[in-house]
């Protein structure tokens, strides 16, 4: 499957180094990363970086990272050799604590904070609005608003909602920024790859390219008592108590797919993790309750991987159905075939997937069984030409949203760097 992606048109940028005048390039400094238990929120800053460097090849680039432990750090410097990358953590009033932090927040022009389920930054923001700079967000989802908020929200240049209900929400809120729109999840941007670590991963599995299913579950609430290794709070422990009790009839449906695909395709299931605390959940639900005649058609992703493994995994897979967002995501940008099973207890992130296009490919998990999801499924690779011409669509749709976003971006960043307002100001 293939998409022909549209590309940024050429435009006078104000910030040319060849051309002789006095202004310097902007720096812009991004707040992303905000932690390494789960390759969607890996995938978010890679997506981000990549479509600066593509529509502002001009600016310097500064990410001040949340996390980027268990070797993130060295994917991102490795994929992303021009930008600089800090780690040091926020004072509790969100500003910098050391020197180095400090001398590129003194320096930047321009601050934008990533993608996430909703301002994870949000006293960093706060800290960098009190000085008077200006700052957009990128790639959010809202779903609770505060008088605090909202006038936080209207002293942005833009604000763009990776979700048409978060802008929708926005809206009712009374948020007036500049520019306030939809733009995908940055995920959809994330391109790096690791090629080699797929190909021997699936050769020692016995995975065959074009032949296999990827499988991701969660449970309602995640666990991050767990994920943590700390005592749970007394929310903890019931937001886990409602995992609990729907836990056997969520993965049900799973099972009923992975059977399904197994006995009718004769191809085998990639059960793998997206958060690290579903490695072992996927075994103790999917994987050691398949009936004999499938288990042997089942390989058990039982390390936990980074998003450039990931996507060259999902590259190489025919389909995937997954209950987590973000491996759908890193699957579309990939080119592969993704059914989205939608969570009562997420946010409304899963609205992406209607507003891209794909509304057949999502499905509400308490008003869907697994017999639903098979027909869905089988059908999207029984009919290989309407499944392409389907993902081409959607990816067409992403890309013609990532260069209207990023165009107002780029204005509103080298504008400021110019010293003048942006349209609309």
């Known amino acids: 499957m293939s998409a022909t992606l549209v590309t940024p048109p050429p435009v006078a940028r104000l910030c040319n180094p060849a051309a002789n005048h006095p202004l310097r390039c902007p720096h812009v400094l991004v707040r992303s ?35 980027v432990s268990g070797g993130v750090g060295d994917m991102l410097r490795r994929d992303f050799p021009a930008v600089e990358i800090l780690d040091d953590r926020a004072a509790p009033d969100g500003f910098p604590t050391t020197d180095v ?3 590129a927040w003194d320096e930047a022009d321009f601050f934008i904070h990533g993608s996430g389920p909703y301002i994870v930054a949000r006293h960093i923001l706060e800290a960098w609005a ?29 604000v763009f909602c990776r ?13 007036r920024t500049r520019r306030l729109e939809f733009a995908p999840d940055a995920a959809f941007a994330a391109d790096d790859r690791d090629d080699a670590a797929a190909d021997a991963f699936l050769s020692a599995h016995g995975l065959e390219a074009g032949r296999f299913l990827c499988v991701i579950s969660r449970l309602r609430h995640t666990p991050y008592f767990r ?19 729907h836990k056997e009839s969520d993965h049900e449906r799973l099972r009923i797919v992975m059977i399904r695909w197994i006995r009718e395709t004769g191809m085998k299931v990639l059960v793998c993790p997206e958060m690290t605390y579903e490695i072992e959940l ?3 639900q999917l994987v050691d309750r398949m009936p004999p005649d499938a288990r042997p058609h089942v390989v058990w992703r039982g390390t936990y991987w980074h998003p450039d493994e990931a996507t060259s995994v999902y590259a190489r897979a025919l389909a995937m159905v997954s209950m987590e967002m973000h491996s759908p995501i890193l699957a579309c940008a990939a080119d592969t075939p993704a059914i989205y ?17 794909l509304p057949e490919w999502m499905f509400e998990i308490g008003e869907c069984d697994g017999d639903a999801i098979s ?41 400021r760097a110019a010293g003048t307002a942006p349209r609309g100001a």
């Not at 802008?167 to 009374?174: D, I, K, P, T, Y």
């Not at 099973?341 to 296009?357: E, N, V």
Request: charge should be positive; hydrophobic fraction near 40%; charged fraction near 25%.
């Open 33 to 67: 990363s905000w932690q390494t238990v789960n390759i969607g929120d890996i995938g978010h800053t890679p997506g981000l970086l990549r479509l600066l460097e593509t529509h502002l090849p001009h600016a310097r680039i500064t990410l001040w990272a949340g996390d």
């Open 101 to 103: 932090v400090r001398h």
């Open 130 to 158: 009190s000085t008077g700079r200006p700052y957009g967000v990128y790639g959010v989802t809202l779903e609770s608003f505060d008088p605090e908020l909202v006038a936080l929200l209207d002293g942005a240049d833009f």
């Open 163 to 175: 979700d048409t209900v978060s802008l929708r929400a926005a809206r009712a809120a009374g948020v």
């Open 227 to 245: 994920i943590r290794n700390r005592p749970a709070t007394p929310r903890e422990l019931g937001l886990a108590a409602i995992s609990d009790t």
């Open 282 to 284: 996927t075994k103790e």
């Open 341 to 357: 099973l939608r969570l009562p207890t997420d946010t409304c992130k899963g609205q992406m997937w209607r507003d891209i296009g």
């Open 375 to 415: 027909e869905t499924l089988l059908q999207l690779v029984a009919e290989p030409r309407r499944t392409a011409m389907r993902m081409a669509h959607a990816r067409q749709r992403v890309a013609f949203l990532q260069v209207h976003s990023m165009g107002i971006v780029r204005e509103c960043v080298e504008r």
